[in-house]
C-alpha cells in the first residue's frame, strides 16, 4: 500500500504560477515511476507529467511542456509539479499517482492514487 497526499492547489490568475505536492507513506517511494494527471469537468483524466525514479528522466504533456517542471525529492518521498504561465484550460483537479505497469500516459497503468488537488484558473 501507498499514501498520496497532494496539495498546493489553488485559486489564481491566468499568468500566475502554482506548485503542488504529493506527500508518499508506505511502500519505498522511490521505487516507483510517478505521475501528475488531471480532469476536468465533464472531461476524462488525462496525462500531464511522468517522472522516473531519480527524476533523470521526464515526459510531458503538449498542452503543459515548457510550463510545467516535475521533480521528485526521494529523501522527502515526495514529488513536485510546478506549474508557470498558468492558463484558464489548465483550470482541474490535480492527482497524482504511482505507476505499476504499462504505457505511462494511461491512467490504468497507475495503481495508487491521491485524493486530488483543485486548480483553478481565472482569466
Known amino acids: 500500500q501507498v499514501q498520496l497526499v497532494e496539495s498546493g492547489g489553488g485559486m489564481v490568475q491566468a499568468g500566475d504560477s502554482l506548485r503542488l505536492s504529493c506527500a508518499a507513506s508506505?511502500?519505498?517511494?522511490?521505487?516507483?515511476?510517478m505521475g501528475w494527471f488531471r480532469q476536468a469537468p465533464g472531461k476524462e483524466r488525462e496525462i500531464v507529467a511522468t517522472?522516473?525514479?531519480?527524476?533523470?528522466?521526464?515526459y510531458y504533456a503538449d498542452s503543459v511542456k515548457g510550463r510545467f517542471t516535475i521533480s521528485r525529492d526521494n529523501a522527502k518521498d515526495t514529488v513536485y509539479l510546478q506549474m508557470n504561465s498558468l492558463k484558464p484550460e489548465d483550470t482541474a483537479v490535480y492527482y497524482c499517482?504511482?505507476?505499476?505497469?504499462?504505457?505511462?500516459?494511461?491512467?490504468?497503468?497507475?495503481?495508487?492514487w491521491g485524493q486530488g488537488t483543485q486548480v483553478t484558473v481565472s482569466s
Open positions: 508506505g511502500r519505498p517511494f522511490s521505487r516507483y515511476f
Open positions: 517522472i522516473n525514479w531519480t527524476g533523470s528522466s521526464t
Open positions: 499517482a504511482t505507476h505499476l505497469s504499462g504505457p505511462m500516459s494511461v491512467s490504468s497503468s497507475y495503481g495508487y
